[in-house]
């Protein structure tokens, strides 16, 4: 079969003929039409994420497509169903075996393209949100990186969910595709954030921190909470890890949580097919819209991340494998 893979940790990724994967007992293999890219997969093939396959492998967390076989107590799914799943990787392929948890069936009114930005994105976005911070109607929720993947599914959501949504993001050129998604305020940089959103929330703050960037940006951020905020620790996308003084977190009352969607898909996999029933209802309904930027041939998959991480894209990329 076709994939993309690399054969050492930093090489450039190649389009080669791999082996076609064998499905086990517990799961099902997925002929893919489409495959989400995300940052993470830039992490992988350069050594940087927490898990590290085995080389040569291919990146992609992120698939939808149609069963093509099932393994031995998988119930839930059959043979022909359009499906979404997410992976630990080689997503970016004609063929993957996923976990059987990690495989819901797509309604009808749910194309591919959609589907398939959802499960990092979206879980995520909901996982935190509900889950962990318990957004509230009403409160503030200031988004960091809100033009990207993660950012504008958080934007969605938490206009969804009723909460007063400031995102913040990179360029003037980014700001109508965030309003457009919900935001009711957009800013542009980080500077002096904590005065510009105290203006903005007349003196509050911020209740809800939605931050996939770190560095200094967090920084700005943690400044800016309001009494008793959560602060969702999403990922680094600006390269830095940053230290949060815990005496900010007392004097304020300030929660800082750890969102980690992939392990919490995997230690309570009903929890998060709940989840995921309820964000593929709204899609369905058209109460959420992903934006999905750009659609390219999956031989095109490099060009895809050098594109992502030039922070050129506003909303997600998806490959078309079939």
């Known amino acids: 079969m076709r994939a993309m893979q690399v054969a050492a940790y930093g090489e450039p990724l ?57 393994g031995d107590g998988v119930d839930h799914v059959a043979v022909g169903d359009r499906v979404v799943a997410f992976v630990d990787h080689g997503g970016y392929a004609e063929r993957v075996v996923a976990p059987a948890d990690s495989v819901t069936p797509i309604p ?24 962990r911070a318990r957004l509230a109607e009403g409160e503030v929720l200031l988004v960091l990186g809100a033009s990207g993947g993660v950012g504008t599914a958080a934007v ?58 770190g560095g200094d940006p967090f920084d700005a951020a943690l400044r800016a909470m309001a009494w008793q905020g959560r602060m969702l620790v999403i990922g680094f996308t600006s390269g830095r890890i940053p230290d949060i003084p815990a005496n900010r977190l007392l004097l304020n009352e300030t929660a800082a949580l750890g969102v980690f969607w992939g392990r919490f898909a995997r230690e309570d996999p009903e929890a998060n097919r709940r989840n995921f029933a309820t964000i593929l209802e709204w899609v369905a309904e058209g109460r959420l819209r992903p934006t999905v930027t750009e659609v390219l041939p999956l031989e095109e998959a490099a060009a895809a991340l050098e594109r992502l991480a030039s922070r050129r894209v506003v909303g997600k990329i998806v490959l078309a494998v079939r």
């Open 14 to 70: 190649r389009l080669v003929e791999a082996p076609e994967p064998e499905v086990g007992p517990g799961e099902v293999l997925v002929d893919v039409h489409r495959a989400g890219v995300n940052f993470p997969d830039l992490l992988l093939i350069q050594g940087l994420y927490q898990a590290r396959p085995e080389p040569p492998f291919g990146p992609g967390f992120e698939v939808a497509g149609v069963v093509a076989a099932i």
């Open 156 to 213: 969605e959501l938490g206009h969804l969910l009723g909460a007063v949504v400031v995102g913040v993001v990179g360029s003037e050129r980014k700001v109508d595709a965030v309003r457009d998604k919900g935001a009711d305020h957009v800013l542009v940089g980080y500077g002096d954030l904590r005065t510009r959103v105290r203006e903005l929330t007349g003196g509050r703050g911020v209740d809800v921190l939605y931050d996939p960037v």
């Open 108 to 131: 009808d009114e749910v194309g591919f393209d959609e589907a398939a930005v959802l499960p990092i994105a979206y879980g995520t976005g909901y996982h935190a949100l509900v889950d």
